[in-house]
Nanobody
């Protein structure tokens, strides 16, 4: 049974940093690309970052480029999202997701991902 469990969200001040994590189980984690998406109240879910199975390729949304970094540790079945220079507009529920097809170069479209975590809340406020 595939499980994705996020953690590390919380409250941060504008300009601050947070790191969220996602631990995966129930599938060959190292075979699949992974991604982070987020959804703010009243808005559609949007792509944040993706990473290839080996971690050698990443993609970052323009809205967070230069501030957020995605990484993965395949020995720990874990992906991370390091968020720096946080802004109030980064406030959202952050989800990790597993890409549908193993070994493929991932695309930033939510329909290409078949399993999702429950989300971790990130709130940026003074």
């Amino acid at each position: 049974q595939v499980q994705l469990v996020e953690s590390g969200g919380g409250l941060a001040q504008p300009g601050g940093s947070l790191r969220v994590s996602c631990v995966a189980s129930g599938f060959h984690y190292g075979f699949y690309a992974m991604a982070w998406f987020r959804q703010a109240p009243g808005k559609e879910r949007e792509f944040v970052a993706l990473i290839s199975p080996g971690g050698d390729r990443t993609g970052i949304a323009d809205s967070v480029k230069g501030r957020f970094t995605i990484s993965r540790d395949n020995a720990k079945n874990t992906i991370y999202l390091q968020m720096n220079s946080l802004k109030p507009e980064d406030t959202a529920l952050y989800y990790c997701a597993k890409y549908k097809v193993k070994w493929e170069i991932p695309r930033p479209t939510s329909t290409e991902y078949d399993y999702w975590g429950q989300g971790t809340q990130v709130t940026v406020s003074s």
